[in-house]
Each structure stands twice: as C-alpha cells, then as structure tokens.
T-cell receptor, first 112, second 112 residues
Framework: EDQVTQSPEALRLQEGESSSLNCSYT??????LFWYRQDPGKGPEFLFT???AGEEKEKERLKATLTKKESFLHITAPKPEDSATYLC?????????????FGTGTQLKVEL | NAGVTQTPKFRVLKTGQSMTLLCAQD?????MYWYRQDPGMGLRLIHY???????AKGEVPDGYNVSRLKKQNFLLGLESAAPSQTSVYFC???????????FGDGTRLSIL
C-alpha cells in the first residue's frame, strides 16, 4: 500500500531561520511527487512537481528536492507570509485518473 | 481566473437529510476528483472521474454518490447524511498527463 509520511507535524521558526520539511514515501514506482501549500480555510495550492531522483525545483524562498525514498522542502530565510500547512502527495504508477496519495502535512508558523 | 469553484461554501445538515455539492471547473480538464479532509487524516479520495459520463470509487466511497453529466461539472451527493460525514470537502481537477491537480476552496459540512 502506498504511504506518505510528513515530518515534523508542526514547526515554528523565527523570521530568517532556514529549515527543511520532510516527506518520506513508500510506493512501488513513482510517476510524480507533488508539493502543495494550504492556507487556513482554503484549498491546497500547487507548488512543485518532481519526477525523478536528483531533481530540484525552486520558487522564491522554497526549494524542493527528491531522492528515491523522500523529498525535502527547504525554506530559506522564511517570512511570516510563508506560514501555512505544506502537503506532499505521490502519484503511483498504473491505475487510472492520476490519483494522488497525500501525507497529513506540516504546519509551519513563521514568527517575527 | 475562476479555476475550480465549489458551492456551497458552508452547510449544516441534520442526520438523514440529503444534499448535493457542486464542483465546476473552467480549465477544460478531463479528470475531476472529490476529497474529504479531516484533522490528522489528510486528504482522502472519495470518488473520481476520468471523463464525462464516467465515475470511479476512491479510498472512502461509502455513503456518497457522484455524477459527471457535463465535462465541467462534478456532483457529490449524500443520500442520508451521517455525523461521520462531517468534514471539509474539496474538489479538484487535472489534465490527462502527469500534471498537478487544482483544488477549489472547499465546502465545510456539518451534520448534526
């Protein structure tokens, strides 16, 4: 069974204090790994797709990396507006409909 | 940019009542999905559709029905609501390729 585990569950950072969020997965083959950001009362907002080990994607203060068993979301010099829940999801091979299996998320709070 | 629109945004039902949640997308996506999000459980797939006139079961389909009569719309029905169906419901859509799913802002449903 495909599983996605995110850690930590919650993280509090001071503004400017860099850190990383972890997403470990067990899936027999991987078509894609997705990172989303979710603000309170809103739907998940797409950030990145990673397809193969060694791949990296960057957007502003965020950088996502992928290995064969896990992905990291690195946050460099975060600001309070980066506070949100970050979700990781994997798309296994086969089946139909591009279904995703989601982790439970990391709730990030960035304080002044 | 409307994207994925869900109606209603909030609803309170009594046990045994029925209702339909509506999802509309304007991106001409083939695939559409219904998820529920509960604290500590992450997003779980209820039903999905790979095209107009098609539906398929996801991870937690019991107690729900869906229909996709038009490509742009995906309806989620609760025939006899139960308190265990109190949740936040999200609709998403995606294209055929390995592309990210785009989410609406959710329907918050409480069943008393």
């Amino acid at each position: 069974e495909d599983q996605v585990t995110q850690s930590p569950e919650a993280l509090r950072l001071q503004e400017g204090e860099s850190s990383s969020l972890n997403c470990s997965y067990t899936v027999s083959g991987l078509r894609g790994l997705f990172w989303y950001r979710q603000d309170p009362g809103k739907g998940p907002e797409f950030l990145f797709t990673l397809y193969s080990a060694g791949e990296e994607k960057e957007k502003e203060r965020l950088k996502a990396t992928l290995t064969k068993k896990e992905s990291f979301l690195h946050i460099t010099a975060p600001k309070p507006e980066d506070s949100a829940t970050y979700l990781c999801a994997v798309q296994p091979p086969g089946g139909g409909g591009n279904k995703l299996t989601f982790g439970t998320g990391t709730q990030l709070k960035v304080e002044l | 940019n409307a994207g994925v629109t869900q109606t209603p945004k909030f609803r309170v039902l009594k046990t045994g009542q029925s209702m339909t949640l509506l999802c509309a997308q304007d991106m001409n996506h083939e695939y559409m999905y219904w998820y529920r999000q509960d604290p500590g459980m992450g997003l779980r797939l209820i039903h999905y559709s790979v095209g107009e006139g098609t539906t398929a079961k996801g991870e937690v389909p019991d107690g729900y029905n869906v229909s996709r009569l038009k490509k742009q719309n995906f309806l989620l029905g609760l025939e006899s609501a139960a308190p265990s169906q109190t949740s936040v419901y999200f609709c998403a859509s995606s294209s055929r390729q390995i592309q990210p799913q785009h989410f609406g802002d959710g329907t918050r449903l409480s069943i008393l």
